[in-house]
């Protein structure tokens, strides 16, 4: 079930999205480019998977929040796992996307909140405090630091400026021919980018962004961002890309029609 929300109540929401990113912001910044302790949570899985006392810090400070101000309401955290509510209202949590980023001192990690209405995500939060900049979704509209953003028009691949996983991280071997056909046609291409990637798409600075794997918690956010300003994200299929997996998001609708394309052909040959 989905929750209709009218104008007053997306307000109040959006504000508590913000307050949220700002006490996570909080509990990170003291540990950026700082001595700090880090983690492998991949409990013996051939992938090192980091996490650090800012990423469990954030996102402990966000789940007292929510818990004090909408105790009905679901969580679903990174770090913390899964809190069942009695609303179909939900808050999806990545306290530092880009955690690898974090710990070498690169500012393109982020937090990252959505609100699911029992449906799809109705806002997200994209927040780099470092950099301070904020960009947030609905559906319909899109802004970073309150100012509108929209994305690009680019309709052919060879004019695109790209942004990939590096490299191609956890694809299937036989979903590697995507990747590198696409970097291959772009125009300029870059590796990384984690959540950060998606705001400079919304903002128009980057075309298209392609990822292999991605978790509920990785995406649910990027989602009103991406389509409130104008661009599509999907599954590699076409799909509600909302639980995770083989992403693709496209500032031009007429590109990311050429990418669908595209990759079911490199899939089927």
Known sequence: MNVLLDGAQMGALLAFAEELADAAGAAILPHFRAEIIVEDKSAGRAVFDPVTVADRAAERAMRDLIAARYPDHGIVGEEEGIVTGSSPMRWVLDP???????????????????????????????????????????????????????????????????????????????????????????????????????????????????????????????????????GVITTWEGGDPQNGGSVIACGDPALHRQLLSLIAGLRAA
């Open 96 to 230: 530092i996307d880009g955690t690898r980023a974090f710990v070498t001192g690169l500012p393109i990690w982020g937090t990252l909140i959505a609100l699911n209405d029992g449906h799809r995500p109705v806002l997200g939060v994209i927040d780099q405090p470092f950099t301070r900049e904020r960009f947030v979704g609905t559906p319909s509209s899109a802004w970073c630091n309150d100012r509108p953003i929209r994305t690009r028009r680019c309709t052919d691949l060879g004019d695109a400026r790209v942004m990939l996983t590096v490299p191609a991280a956890g694809a299937k071997v036989a979903d590697h021919a995507v990747f590198d056909a696409i970097a291959k046609s772009a125009q300029i291409v870059r590796f990384g980018g984690d959540c950060y990637a998606y705001g400079l798409l919304a903002h128009g600075l980057v075309d298209l962004v392609l990822e292999a794997h991605l978790d509920i918690h990785d995406v649910q956010a990027l989602i009103p961002v991406v389509e409130g300003a104008g």
